[in-house]
């Protein structure tokens, strides 16, 4: 694209922004809203504080931006989708009398519409949230885990759940926002490495299963970030990796020297913690998991697969070993819940906001989506900020992970190994990264 039309169209996005006078006070309110994102004050599955300035924030988006916000591609799928929800949930409310399938239903659509309103607002300042996102979540992390050193918000006495309800609930939430903060922060290594290492050690404390498969991928794009830094040309975050990790080890044997911690108890604290994680697994039973789960309801009630049979409402179920279990997987459970329609509605969703997205995207994306399935997410904000940053991030300069300069190392070796041609012409432009 020619520089002159880029800059024609940068200065009419700028006076449409100005024509729309979104006030500055709806980025507070959505960033206070990811900030109290892991504090759960009300029962799981009601609408929670951080969610109160989250709706705000949205809304004041939409009704100052409305041109920018009707805009988006994503705004139609996204209308689409949350209008079946909300009709299916609705319709068994009139039918049955249980509010659970209306209020089910209202909380996707809350969701669906803070996702569509942040890709809209994270695009304009995308430089604003990449900044404060990850740090609000570094925040939680450290609150997590002074939680857990004053010795609050065990589960069981074994598993650990914070300000969470429970504890698969604070495993997705480390998942979802460290897949965040992969896409949207600053190649800052050392940041990064303080929120995975903060987020490998709370999850460690949830033991979830499913917790721990669906963060292997993200964690593996990490530390390939690192290795990559490390032996690449790129010296200066290699070197700030190094030594952060360099201070980390000092501190650590700084400790064990004057007595500030025994290298016997921590190394007995994460042999006991490992432990009970491996007895969890050889306890696992597939076929009582699979009842457990709600899987057996597509066994028995095969009817509801194509319009959906709403969330909740579990006295309809008689014929299975746990009606009023939530259906522990996010695929399964969407399509049990809102059908084939409605799955299909998310599907076009998905396809519209990853259009054009990297290999490093959809492995990002890949974490909640394993996660889920042995839990149900799809109702959790988090996993609907994860898409909503993954949208806002598609186009911009600054990425968390080389993977083009990774494709660009690529493409000078086969240059390098191929045969040398004459006369070859170069078009375009050569952006840096």
Known sequence: ??????????????????????????????????????????????????????????????LFGSRLFLELREVLAGFFLAFYILLVGFTWYLLIGDTAPAIGALQHAINVFISIAIVARARQFFSLYQRFVPLAFLLGLIFQVTWYVFGIGMYGGTRFLGTFNDPNQLAYWVICMAGVSLIIARPNTSVLTLIMVLATFTLILTKSRSGFIGFAPIFALFSFSIIFYVFSKSRFRGTATFLFLLVGLYIFVFAQFFGLLSFDETYTFFLNETLVFWQRLEMLDINNQLELRGYDRFRFYPDYVIFGAGQGGGFRFPLVAYPEVEIHSTIVGFLFYYGMIGFGFALFFLIIVFRNCSLFDLVVFSGPIIYGLGTYGARNTAFWLLIAFIASSRGQIVRALPTRALLAVWRAGRDATSPPTHNRQVTGSVKKY
């Open 1 to 62: 694209m020619p520089p002159s039309r880029i800059a024609r169209l940068r200065k009419a996005k700028w006076k449409m922004m100005k024509l729309e006078k979104v006030p500055p006070v709806t980025d507070i309110l959505l960033l206070i809203g990811i900030l109290l994102l892991p504090f759960y004050i009300f029962p799981s599955g009601s609408i929670q504080p951080s969610h109160a300035f989250l709706i705000t924030g949205a809304t004041l988006f939409v």
